[in-house]
């Protein structure tokens, strides 16, 4: 069981060894008219809130510009859809929207335009969405590229529906000049037979009118950018191919821009061979992207790998028919080369001591959401999603960032945070810097609430030997 009492907040911050600046997120998940996005300093506190404005997830852009969602389908007919996908000024103004993508019409519902976006998207001149030297990304112009939802039927794939998995690029207009559909390439994802049967039976069902199949569930999708393996003559990393990972299949994979294919994958089955062995399960990961150009570690592969329950294949006790049956009870953040899949680095690292983590890793578990970014300074930011936390960690495993997010939802009973990212004083420039105050780490065997007290107010014995 999880603690239940604990402070909110920046709990840590030594501004010394940090990459200082403000850090975005969504507060209360799919409810943003309740808190809607937050843009924080390093100590906490707002530096401005925008009510009403879903993050899923919340991107800064230059000149105190925001994206995210101005409003979401209702779930009883489908599930993570979002109305729209706008982008704001620091005012609260849209300045710019996109939702038609398809036409839906809702049980006693007027027929509405909706974008159906979900979990990412990536406004061009940046290829990850969130601060690289030398690529921000566009403000008033330029394409953007986005996850959406389509519903298909597919009975190769499952007698069931399917809620499929879409990418779409889009003009400044609004037109949409390309679309990549996952169920397309199901012969080129690598399912076992054994995985191929869960899949039929029971395509991840999810409690929509009709019990559609939520079969894949990509959760995080970019372009790849300027790389030293396309320099080196790998036409798989072309920087305009586009990376993304399957939370419920296990896959991470690259596709190629012009025709659609996979030419990189990782995954579902991690006991292929020896390199995907020595790497380990990666089990309902999320936000797996290139490390961009011009950061350090540039060219490998960061992702959290969640843990928790994932996957199709064969039946086993934790998973009686064969969906989500692969388990396991913490979470790594992990780098690796593409090329070789050597691990460069992890907070997991092994040989460090005893139990997930070890002794100089850092423990975390976060079954849904979270996220990694890459940080100019060699640190890497954190999103521990399920319980809200977000944490600054060194390439040494030292936390010199930790914040909660006091934000609870009142329809999700949590304080849940999807993905945060960290940006740049100088992308707002509507506000002066703030001025850095230490945090010092707290000694927690003598922290205490008020009302409680490290007074003895009893005999202390000592045991006699002998």
Known sequence: MAVSVYPTGTTIYDPTKCWNGYTIFQASMFNGDEVGAILIDMNSNVVNQWKGLDGIPNKMLPGGYIMGNTGTRNQKYGFQDQLDIAQVDWDGNVVWKFNRYQRIKDPRQKPIWMSRQHHDYQRQGNPVGYYVPGMEPLVDKGNTLMLCHKDVSKPEISGKPLLDDTIIEVTWEGKIVWEWICSDHFEEL??????????????????????????????????????????AGDNRFHPDNIIWDSRNANIIAI????????????????????????????????????????????????????????????????????????????????????????????????????????????????????????????????????????????????????????????????????????????WVPQIEPPEEKAVPRMDNSKFRVPGSSLKKTGKLTKIKKG
């Open 255 to 426: 596709i190629d821009k012009k025709t659609g294919s996979i030419v990189w994958k990782l995954g579902p089955d991690y006991s292929a061979d020896d390199k995907l062995k020595k790497l380990g399960w990666i089990i309902g990961q999320h936000h797996a992207h290139m490390i961009p150009r011009g950061l350090p570690g540039e060219g490998n592969i960061l992702v959290f790998d969640n843990g928790g329950q994932a996957g199709y294949g064969a039946p086993n006790p934790g998973s009686p028919n064969g969906v989500g049956n692969a388990l396991r009870d913490y979470s790594r953040v992990l780098e690796f080369d593409p090329v070789t899949l050597d691990l460069v680095w992890t907070t997991s690292p092994a040989g460090a001591g005893p139990g997930p983590g070890g002794s100089r890793g850092v423990r975390m578990y976060s079954s849904y959401i979270s996220s990694a970014q890459r940080l100019p300074n060699g640190n890497t930011m954190i999103t521990e999603g399920a319980g809200g936390r977000i944490i600054e960690l060194t390439p040494e495993y030292e936390i010199i960032w930790e914040y909660l997010s006091p934000y609870f939802s009142k329809r999700m009973g949590n304080n849940a945070v999807y993905r945060a990212y960290r940006l740049p004083y100088q």
């Open 190 to 231: 690598g399912f076992s037979e054994e995985a191929k049967n869960a899949l039929f039976r029971n395509p991840y069902l999810r409690n929509v009118p009709g019990g559609s199949g939520d079969w894949m569930h990509l959760n995080s999708m970019s372009t790849l950018g300027p790389n030293k393996w396309f320099d």
